[in-house]
């Protein structure tokens, strides 16, 4: 069979395990190579399609790639860029096929989130209309563990993890320290729609009285006066409470908490940060000592605490991204089929793109406790396996070794365009 060329590109907000996803796809093609030829990365995500900014990965070595599966962050860098629909963009979509054509790439590999899978779906449907033959697969990515279909997401799993263990940790701080110091720990998650990673924190304690104390979710609407009382009740009982808040928490009327009245380029709205919002709340309305705490960016950027069954579904995601690619399945995203729980098997199916892109997979209300303010065993049986085992990247004089690439650029053939 004919050999071509294929292209990767990351987007939107990364993952401790996103480039152990681009392992399992460059390997791929790597073991392909009767069929696929050279492997290119958009530099910044699908603007590097855009601008033609190509990175040759070629030229790195087998045991650089290698390197990318104990790396965080976004290797060839990734970008919160949202292709509008195609009438009104059309040229935009055009540059894609024509950039394509140039360096003659016939698989198109998409690692991202929701957004993400609308974008690869339109570029598949766009290149069908111009009768170019272009096979589209959209990698799953997300620590929120929003996308539809697949049992969970790659990266979430890592995050989970993250959030378990530093909210065990800290209640350790704030316990030995309540008697005469800090009342209240307020730790804040990422999660603007789902609340998942706030459920992640649950998994810290099991019994009565262990932290968390509170968890506050996007799907329950916000009450300040339960929230007090939970607070207060916490307090008088335990000496001390934790609590654990999606960024996403809201009240009855959909609006935030820490709503800062911005979108970002997705036309999400920007979280002024409701950790600080919520401390307030409990300085004005109880006066107890408080202390908060963002994860922010180190939540998704923790390999050092990477779940070994997290990494292991990155890269299998990845590498049936090209499997399915080569079996001529466009327009399709390789979806995690969750078989068992105890002892927790899983296998890799197509998904659709049709039925992926712009939905969203919220907290099934069986997950949270009656109370709102909790989990349930539920959710404990659907959340524990995924942050089982350690996969510790290596050290060098005491920090994490990780892939030091080249990105080496791919020379240009069109005209510059602009965004």
Request: charged share 20%.
């Amino acid at each position: 069979m004919a050999q071509h060329n294929a292209f990767y590109a990351q987007s939107g907000g990364v993952t401790a395990v996103i480039n152990a996803s681009a392992c399992g796809v460059i390997e791929a093609c790597r073991r392909n190579s009767d069929r696929i030829g050279k492997v290119y990365a958009g530099h910044n995500g699908i603007i590097g399609a855009l601008t033609e900014d190509l990175i040759d990965v070629n030229q790195e070595s087998d045991e650089t790639i290698a390197a990318l599966r104990h790396t965080p962050g976004g290797a060839f860098g990734s970008c919160r860029y949202k292709l509008k629909d195609i009438d009104s963009h059309r040229a935009q979509y055009e540059r894609l096929i024509e950039v394509f054509k140039a360096h003659d790439i016939r698989y198109f590999f998409y690692n991202g989130g929701g957004d993400s899978a609308d974008t690869c779906l339109k570029v598949s449907q766009l290149s069908e209309k111009m009768g170019y033959p272009l096979t589209a697969i959209h990698v799953p990515k997300t620590v929120d563990n929003d996308l539809p279909i697949t049992d969970n997401c790659p990266g979430f799993g890592s995050v989970a993890k993250y959030i378990a263990t530093s909210t065990l940790e800290a209640s350790l701080d704030i316990a030995s320290m309540c008697a005469t110091s800090t009342k209240v720990f307020v730790l804040e998650v990422m999660g603007r729609h789902a609340g998942w990673i706030a459920a992640a924190g649950g998994l810290a304690g099991q019994g009565e009285g262990e932290p968390p104390h509170l968890i506050i979710f996007p799907e329950v609407p916000f009450d300040r006066r339960k929230v007090m009382e939970r607070v207060e009740y916490a307090v008088k009982h335990y000496g001390y409470c934790v609590i654990v808040v999606s960024e996403g928490a809201r009240y009855e009327d959909g609006t935030f908490l820490a709503d800062s009245g911005n979108t970002d380029a997705f036309g999400h709205r920007q979280l002024g940060g409701v950790a600080p919002t919520l401390a307030g709340m409990v300085k004005q309305d109880l006066g107890y000592k408080y202390h908060w705490a963002v994860a922010d960016y180190l939540q998704r950027a923790a390999r050092h605490l990477g779940a070994k069954t997290d990494v292991e579904q990155a890269y299998a995601v990845g590498e049936k991204a090209v499997e399915l690619a080569l079996a001529g399945q466009n327009s399709m995203m390789p979806a995690i089929k969750r078989i068992s729980d105890a002892p927790y098997q899983w296998q890799i199916e197509a998904a659709p793109l049709a039925e992926v892109a712009n939905r969203e997979k919220f907290m099934p209300p069986e997950f949270i406790s009656a109370d709102g303010f909790g989990i349930s065993d539920a959710c404990r049986s659907y959340l524990s396996p995924l942050i089982q085992g350690e996969d510790f990247p290596p050290f060098e004089n005491g920090l994490p070794k990780v892939a030091k690439l080249k990105l080496a650029r791919v020379e240009k053939r069109l005209p510059e365009f602009s965004l």
